[in-house]
């Protein structure tokens, strides 16, 4: 299933069906998998009682009602991180539609024509939970899907005394998944962390590199210009198994006929036979000079051709390969 070799780009549910309900629940992830998911994303953060717990943030207050359940449990920051709450206090959060502060100060949902972000429907679901629902639907469905890890700050959690790569391997020997190499990728920004899973921690799954802009300040001594060039990706192939580039990596723009602009990273990747896997698509915050999902899409696979999509519309995303392999006419 992860081979690049003739096969179609891989639908990468990201964060689930997170285009359609609030990213990151179980109700998400169910949605991706009846979409037609090949992966599902889980992003990795611990609870204070070294719980991998589904989540994007190491922070809770954008996607969760923390603030007004447990007022006073901020730090000096202001901000509520989940490696302070303990299991049982995360499981009284409930999850609503990503939002941030606006201008006025009032917290807006971020995608505004998504999921209302009111709702109180859900709740916070740890990677051993997902992974018994991913595979309750793969037996009641008769299908596959994979696993997506990403293993969001690992830096972070080790200067809290917590290690949440070590966390997430228990819970992949737990349930089976460290012997399935074809359904489970694990994925980091941060190119120590990747190098220590292959090396020290004798990891067989395949990995991918992450890849940022420098100017996110990602909590990473990675160079991310460099790791972009021809010897920083010698040198990801030397432990990882494809990149996760940013989409404004390999689509740069429009030039002045209005012609797509795409870079060399994906040449550059295959020729070193890593995978290229891009985030994120989304239908409701295209690219400048993008005008629809199938314009993105045919750039990104008719033009760059990438291995793999991290997507918010894994239907949308699943119905443009299906037309794109049966083009119009050809079908019954
Ligand atoms: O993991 C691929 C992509 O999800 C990285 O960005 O911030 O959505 O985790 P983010
Ligand atoms: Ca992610």
């Not at 941030?100 to 709702?119: D, K, L, M």
């Not at 917590?162 to 994925?187: I, M, N, P």
């Not at 100017?215 to 990473?220: L, M, R």
Request: hydrophobic content about 40%.
């Amino acid at each position: 299933m992860v081979s690049r070799t003739g096969s179609q780009p891989l639908v990468i549910a990201h964060r689930g069906a997170s285009g359609y309900l609030p990213e990151h629940t179980l109700a998400a992830k169910a949605v991706a998998h009846v979409m037609g998911a090949d992966f599902i994303e889980q992003d990795v953060v611990l609870s204070a009682d070294g719980v991998p717990l589904v989540l994007h943030d190491i922070h809770l207050e954008q996607t969760t009602d923390v603030a007004q359940r447990f007022p006073g449990r901020a730090r000096a920051d202001g901000r509520f991180y989940a490696i302070d709450f303990s299991l049982e206090e995360i499981r009284q959060l409930r999850v609503h539609e990503r939002s941030a502060a606006g201008e006025s100060g009032t917290q807006e949902a971020v995608f505004p024509e998504r999921f209302p972000v009111q709702s109180a429907l859900f709740g916070v679901p740890t990677l051993a939970e997902e992974i018994e629902l991913l595979n309750g639907l793969d037996r009641s469905r008769g299908c596959s899907t994979g696993l997506y890890i990403e293993l969001k700050s690992p830096n972070w959690h080790l200067r809290e005394g917590a290690d949440s790569a070590v966390a997430v391997l228990d819970v992949l020997r737990e349930t089976g998944y460290d012997q399935r190499r074809d359904q489970v990728f694990l994925q980091c920004f941060d190119d120590a962390t990747l190098r220590r899973l292959r090396g020290e921690l004798r990891v067989a799954l395949p990995l991918i590199q992450l890849l940022a802009d420098n100017s996110w300040g990602e909590d990473t001594a990675a160079d991310f210009d460099q790791l972009r060039s021809p010897g920083g990706l010698d040198e990801i192939a030397r432990y990882a198994d494809g990149i996760g580039p940013w989409i404004m990596q390999i689509y740069l723009g429009r030039d002045a006929a209005g012609q797509a602009r795409i870079s060399d990273l994906v040449r550059l990747a295959h020729e070193r036979s890593l995978l290229v896997h891009p985030y994120t698509l989304r239908r409701d915050a295209l690219p400048p000079g993008i005008a629809s999902f199938d314009e993105l899409l045919d750039i990104l696979v008719g033009q760059a051709a990438v291995d793999g999509l991290f997507t918010d519309f894994p239907d949308l995303t699943r119905d443009y390969l299906c037309r794109r392999a049966a083009p119009r006419g050809t079908r019954s």
